[in-house]
């Protein structure tokens, strides 16, 4: 972030800055910028100094959207998975990934992917938090979560078991 501020009587001599990662204020650091690198939301306000060692107000005054940093390096949680079975049937059967978190930015969507040689080969990725297969033949299924800055979980489970699989007579 930088920041600037006019002053016509003694001049600017510098800026100051100050960042709240949400457990108060640091002390006022010189400078026009500051790069913030810590993982989670950070607010940042600055000032302006003249040359007479006279500061401006804190700005903004206010957090929001002009002095927010949010930064977010973890991938979600890997969901759990239901709805399978190691029973073979002749109904359709809905398999579900659900319950990843992602304390950061939150989680975005689900995505699954299919095989039909059990997890040898992948189809394609499909964004739904649920697959309902209806047509005859093995499955494993497998999800992942994808979170607000698009980071995804580990594909789940990772191991073929009545959660994930499937079998349609």
């Known amino acids: 972030m930088i920041f600037g501020w006019p002053d016509t009587m003694s001049g600017i001599a510098g800026y100051q800055y100050r960042t709240n990662p949400g457990s108060g204020w640091s002390a006022a650091a010189s400078g026009a910028s500051v790069i913030v690198s810590a993982q989670g ?12 060692g006279n500061a401006s107000a804190w700005t903004p005054g206010s957090n929001g959207a002009t ?10 949680t890997a969901p759990t998975v239901s709805g399978g079975s190691l029973t073979c049937s002749n109904t359709k059967r809905t398999i579900t990934g659900k319950s990843s978190t992602d304390t950061a930015s939150g989680v975005n969507h689900y995505e699954y992917r299919v095989s039909t ?9 499909v964004s739904a938090a649920s697959v309902t297969l209806s047509a005859t033949g093995s ?17 789940a489970p990772t191991v073929n078991g009545a959660a994930n699989s499937a079998c349609l007579t």
Request: net charge positive; charged share 15%.
């Open 139 to 155: 499955y494993v299924v497998q999800f992942r979560a994808v979170d607000n800055v698009g980071l995804a979980s580990a594909w």
């Open 41 to 52: 939301t950070t607010y940042v306000q600055f000032r302006t100094v003249d040359g007479a």
């Open 117 to 125: 040689n059990a997890g040898t080969t992948w189809g394609a990725t």
């Open 67 to 76: 002095n927010t940093v949010k930064l977010d390096r973890t991938a979600p």
